[in-house]
């Protein structure tokens, strides 16, 4: 009944492209867990791309990937390992910021269907990075 493992993160898991620096400076540690080491072997995060067009099919990849869509009741379980290598650049924390910005002004704004995209796009993200039972997504 109690066998299942507790993991709590000193950092965000979102912060994949800082965090061992923080670990360094902050700790005094290279964290070896297997989120790091994992993470560790995808840097340097390919970039996001420029265009929007080519930002849209990103998203709508992430998301078809992740299980997120507009008529979800539950959200899905996925692995951060089989994150298919084109979809890297969501990793990338510029990215998260900029959507996240996105999501914030559209929704104040009332473009409502760039904040319902936005919104599912980063739920998309944090479905694959955040593990399971994570407190802030609840899963």
């Known amino acids: 009944m109690f066998d299942s493992e507790i993991c709590i993160p000193y950092l965000d898991p979102a912060l ?6 923080i670990f360094q400076i902050s700790y005094g540690f290279k964290c070896a867990c297997r ?21 849209m099919r990103l998203a709508r ?10 008529g979800i009741t539950s959200l899905p379980t996925t692995q951060l390992e089989k994150l298919p ?14 959507l996240s910005e996105e999501f914030s ?8 269907t760039v904040a319902f995209n936005a919104g599912l796009t980063l739920l998309a993200i944090y479905v ?4 399971p039972n994570y407190p802030q997504i609840g899963k």
Do not use: M, W
């Not at 290598?85 to 910021?97: F, K, M």
């Not at 694959?128 to 593990?131: A, D, E, G, K």
């Open 85 to 98: 290598a084109g979809l890297g650049c969501v990793l990338r924390e510029d990215y998260i910021s900029s």
């Open 16 to 21: 994949c492209e800082t965090r061992n620096e």
């Open 35 to 55: 989120s790091c080491t994992f993470l560790n072997s995808l840097l340097p995060l390919p970039p996001v791309p420029a265009e929007r067009s080519d930002k």
């Open 105 to 112: 002004k559209a929704s104040h704004e009332g473009d409502y």
């Open 61 to 70: 990849e992430l998301r078809q990937f992740a299980g997120i869509h507009s």
């Open 128 to 131: 694959v990075i955040y593990p």
